[in-house]
């Protein structure tokens, strides 16, 4: 049974770039989070979807985008890049929208930008 | 806001002994869940223990335990007969259950916890 999974593993851009991050959710899951984690500090919710909308939303600008799709799989976006979005990205999915569900967490993608 | 206080950077521990991790958090909420999530140096971030907010008895799996203290806002940790395979960063967090909207993880700072041999 494939747990998460992120593509790509790691990912260098330039300011003002556009990134394009993916994850697969753990089979039979419907719901993915996603995770900012900066160097040496926990991660930050970005966001959450389910049913194919976005339904929680943490305290990250609108440069911030995601989506998902009909199997559950999920993308997230992020434009005009700048430096301090260097982190590493971390995608978890659970069965169910609500509290108290176990989440599993994919391995991540680091970004960089230079 | 919810806010997960982890007043520990760094940890260590013999191999074979018991140690406490400890975790405050801040909160208005009444229903809540409480985690602690174990990150090791491969990144990939796994589930260790839920504590539940309503219930009083604390959480174990095997030779994980918790302190969950619900006045003083505490969540602490305690790993018994620590194994080389439990270094790691651990990571306690808090998630509301007050409706959509605070169904997030919030997590703290993290400890890094190190087993010496």
């Known amino acids: 049974d494939a747990g998460v999974t992120q593509s790509p593993t790691h990912l260098i851009k330039t300011r003002g770039q556009q990134v394009t991050l993916r994850c697969s959710p753990k089979?039979?899951?419907?719901?993915v989070s996603w995770y900012q984690q900066a160097l040496g500090q926990g991660p930050q919710f970005i966001f959450q979807?389910?049913?194919?909308?976005?339904?929680q939303r943490g305290n990250f600008p609108d440069r911030f985008s995601g989506h998902q799709f009909p199997n559950y799989s999920s993308e997230l976006n992020v434009n005009a890049l700048l430096l301090g979005d260097s982190a590493l990205y971390l995608c978890?999915?659970?069965f169910g929208f609500g509290a108290g569900y176990e989440q599993y967490f994919g391995p991540g993608t680091r970004l960089t930008v230079t | 806001a919810q806010t997960v206080t982890q007043s520990q950077p760094e940890m260590s521990v013999q191999e074979a002994e018991t140690v406490t991790l400890s975790c405050t958090y801040d909160?208005?909420?009444?229903?809540?869940?409480l985690f602690w999530y174990k990150q090791p140096p491969s990144r990939q971030m796994i589930l260790v223990i839920r504590?539940?907010?309503?219930?009083?008895q604390n959480a174990t799996e095997n030779r994980f335990s918790v302190n969950f203290q619900k006045a003083a806002k505490s969540f602490s940790l305690k790993i018994s007969d620590s194994q080389l395979g439990d270094a790691a960063m651990y990571f306690c967090?808090?998630?509301?259950?007050?409706?959509?909207?605070?169904?997030?993880?919030?997590f703290g700072k993290g400890t890094k916890l190190s087993v010496i041999p």
């Open positions: 909160t208005s909420e009444s229903d809540y869940y």
């Open positions: 979807y389910y049913e194919e909308e976005e339904r």
């Open positions: 089979s039979g899951h419907d719901t």
């Open positions: 504590q539940e907010a309503y219930k009083q």
């Open positions: 967090a808090y998630e509301g259950n007050s409706g959509a909207g605070s169904y997030q993880l919030t």
């Open positions: 978890a999915s659970s």
